[in-house]
């Protein structure tokens, strides 16, 4: 066989193309009403003229309690360390409050939606996931502190001062393992977690 018989695939730009990475992240995703009441709250401040933005999809709504990291390949001790790390947690359902409407800096700053009081339960929640996650050596992609807050659009430029809003009662009894390929705009649910009453 010549040399230009040879398989192509070794040479440089030629290799087979790298598959998606796995996003994986613990959230809370709000329950259908609480959707509906986000979203009226984003359509008011979209037709306000407020805020110039690109705006989030309501189905995308979260709360990011720990992000895991992007994954060339959801390995099963990754999902068993995490699940492992979750089944932990002794947190009792409670309700969130977001009142308010702020920026977040950055190029495209994140118009996020938040709660003007410390909310004591969420915090502890956030604060034994993080622990559960670093023995499992999971916790390294974690933040050192949690700004509890749910994205809905990505501003043309930062919000002048925080807007005020109608409280959004949100209760939350469940946490998720969620999962997406970077680039994609669906999320898909590895497994739902109710907090022990």
């Known amino acids: 066989m010549s040399d230009a018989d040879q ?8 290799e087979e193309p790298a598959g998606p990475l ?3 992240f613990f959230a809370l995703v709000p329950p259908e009403p609480v959707r509906e009441q986000i979203a009226a709250t984003a359509s008011a401040l979209r037709e306000s003229g407020s805020i110039e933005a690109r705006w989030v999809k309501p189905a ?3 709360l990011t309690l720990a992000f895991l990291g992007d994954h060339p390949t959801l390995r099963p001790s990754l999902l068993e360390a995490a699940r492992a790390a979750i089944g932990k947690v002794r947190v009792a359902p409670f309700t969130w409050l977001p009142d308010q409407v702020a920026s977040f800096t950055g190029r495209r700053p994140p118009c996020v939606l938040r709660s003007t009081q410390a909310s004591p339960a969420l915090q502890t929640l956030w604060e034994q996931l993080r622990r559960e996650l670093s023995l499992v050596r999971l916790g390294g992609q974690i933040e050192r502190s949690f700004t509890p807050h749910v994205t809905l659009a990505y ?3 930062d919000l002048p001062a925080p807007i005020e809003v109608a409280p959004i009662a ?4 469940r946490v998720l393992l969620l999962h997406s390929e970077v ?3 669906d999320y898909e649910t590895l497994g739902s977690w109710r907090l022990p009453g």
């Open 7 to 14: 398989p192509q695939a070794g040479l440089p730009g030629l």
């Open 22 to 24: 796995h996003r994986l």
């Open 60 to 62: 995308r709504y979260h």
């Open 155 to 157: 501003g043309q430029r």
């Open 170 to 173: 949100w209760p939350v009894d």
């Open 183 to 185: 680039g994609a705009s």
